[in-house]
């Protein structure tokens, strides 16, 4: 390779990495793809969930030459007809709009790009020759990328997703795509009956609410929807489509409530900087009347001065304006540490003061349960224990006991079946321990969750038990979970690491980043025979 050549492939290389966080930027849903177009990565998730930009550049740094993979349907908001070679276009340039954004691909085909119909279509193959369609469940590569052939995908002078409009599928191609084996989703059948006897009031509302969606005032949607109803077969009352307009205008100012408490609920779990793209990710925001209605809501937010733009060189960055002020009592702080034994003798490398917390994030089966027993089997006789257990009824929690080889008399702490809101139950000067606090969405208001336990604490902790996607770094609230914390450990079948340590034990040993190997014997007692290292 000539120097030249090995010039141009490394500015490629840093472009597709700034296109690919671009995108990113834009709210679509980015992955990477070899140039063969297969992804180089399980990228299933991505299909209901945005990558964050940092997930974007590690993948980069360990694919340095891969292409952009952009997944199609309602989580990035566009879809993609996909004409192959000069038949292909042959086939469907009759059927598509003037101003559609379009892409060269590097063997002469082009992609169309369209908003997502509402019919949410999946993927289909040669719905008319030559011609492929890519909704939800589907990716194409993206321009700058490079094909196979050493071409480039290229935007057709005038076109971009990042400027223009996406135009709506034509009708003609959406009748095409309903003929072939994979059919629409959740799309009404024999459309020609619309607005008649039996589903005049089922369509008027339909209608309405798509008006509301598309930002249309009352006084519009109303002129709209009255019109047509008296067009219905039988014609509907004016009266009667007033109600469908007002009844659609209600849904409209819930959605609108409901996305003001979501923004609200994440910025009360944030601490420092964020971005709107992070802000999208979290909330799942991935169309333009959505993320304009966020816009409105942050701009709201910072009139209010709850928050403001953050100076950093990142543009659409904020911060949360905290005004509360909790005075610290030094004078009268208690100055002992929190003593606890730890298993792996963790106590020599960290520790842990009055009102901090500890997260234990693990993936599934990897012994959470187990390690949280030992805390309590360790420091029982020293402390005040409290155990508030998610999963565990009374036969199975005896029954893990029991596996001490210790009589259950002998036990002294206290158990609670609890699995939510455990602020409200957290002891604020015992030693607590939640196994496990359970999340299942909205994994954005983890940070949130973690500050109001902090909260009640005073001179207890709390050691908090997480799950992990074997797949991520994190336990569940990614990032979020990290910020409160002054201790957190990630927990696999055989490994366990100290991820973050805020307060050392030995000056000048950093525990951050210890692992150890492990075993498990007889359900509870934990073995290691390496002892603690630091990975190369």
Not at 154 to 172: A, F, H, K, N, R
Not at 196 to 202: H, I, P, Y
Not at 301 to 313: C, G, H, P, V, Y
Not at 347 to 366: F, R
Request: charged residues 25%.
């Amino acid at each position: 390779m000539t120097l030249e050549n090995l010039a141009n492939n490394l500015v490629t290389r840093e472009l597709v990495l700034e296109n690919a966080l671009k995108y990113c930027k834009f709210g679509f849903s980015v992955i990477p793809v070899g140039r063969d177009k297969r992804p180089k990565i399980s990228w299933e998730e991505f299909i209901e969930r945005c990558a964050t930009e940092e997930e974007i550049k590690n993948w980069w740094e360990k694919y340095p030459y891969a292409n952009i993979g952009l997944v199609t349907g309602v989580i990035s908001g566009f879809c993609v007809v996909d004409a192959d070679g000069s038949i292909g276009q042959k086939s469907v340039e009759p059927y598509i709009p003037a101003n559609t954004i379009r892409c060269h691909t590097p063997n002469g085909g082009m992609h169309y790009y369209f908003s997502v119909p509402d019919s949410q279509i999946a993927n289909a193959t040669r719905f008319i020759p030559g011609v492929d369609f890519r909704g939800n469940g589907g990716y194409v590569v993206a321009p700058p990328s490079v094909g196979s052939n050493g071409n480039c995908y290229d935007w057709v002078l005038g076109s971009s997703i990042y400027e223009l409009d996406l135009t709506q599928m034509p009708q003609e191609l959406l009748d095409m795509l309903n003929t072939t084996r994979l059919k629409p989703i959740n799309v009404q059948q024999n459309t020609d009956d619309m607005f008649s006897d039996g589903r005049r009031d089922t369509d008027l509302f339909t209608t309405a609410n798509a008006l509301f969606k598309s930002g249309m005032n009352y006084s519009q949607v109303e002129q709209v929807i009255t019109r047509l109803a008296a067009t219905c077969n039988p014609p509907f009352s004016q009266q009667e489509a007033v109600t469908k307009v007002q009844s659609a205008m209600k849904r409209a100012i819930v959605r609108e409530r409901n996305l003001l408490q979501e923004v609200n609920d994440y910025i009360a779990g944030t601490v420092g900087v964020f971005s709107m793209t992070e802000l999208h990710t979290f909330l799942n925001i991935t169309n333009k009347t959505e993320k304009f209605k966020v816009a409105r809501i942050m701009r709201e937010l910072s009139d209010k001065k709850f928050i403001e733009r953050a100076s950093t060189s990142r543009n659409g960055t904020y911060r949360r304006v905290i005004k509360e002020e909790d005075q610290i009592d030094f004078v009268h702080a208690p100055t002992d540490l929190v003593d606890l034994k730890w298993p792996f003798h963790l106590e020599k490398y960290v520790q842990l003061m009055p009102k901090n917390i500890a997260v234990i994030a693990g993936t599934p089966n990897s012994g959470k349960t187990a390690f949280c027993l030992n805390m309590i089997h360790m420091n029982q006789t020293k402390f005040d224990m409290y155990y508030f257990s998610s999963e565990m009824g009374s036969t199975e929690f005896k029954a893990r006991l029991s596996k001490f080889n210790m009589p259950l008399d002998r036990w002294k702490f206290t158990a609670i079946e609890r699995s939510e809101e455990f602020q409200d139950v957290v002891r604020p000067d015992a030693i607590n321990i939640i196994d496990f606090l359970e999340i299942h969405d909205e994994f954005f208001k983890m940070g949130g969750y973690l500050k109001h336990i902090f909260d009640k604490l005073t001179t207890g902790v709390a050691i908090i038990a997480l799950q992990r996607n074997p797949k991520n770094d994190t336990g569940l609230g990614g990032y979020r979970s990290l910020e409160k914390p002054r201790l957190y450990l990630n927990m696999s079948s055989d490994t366990l690491e100290i991820v973050k340590a805020k307060n050392w034990q030995q000056e000048g040993i950093n525990p951050n980043g210890l692992r150890i190997n492990f075993t498990i014997e007889k359900g509870w007692k934990f073995k290691s025979s390496d002892g603690w290292y630091r990975m190369q």
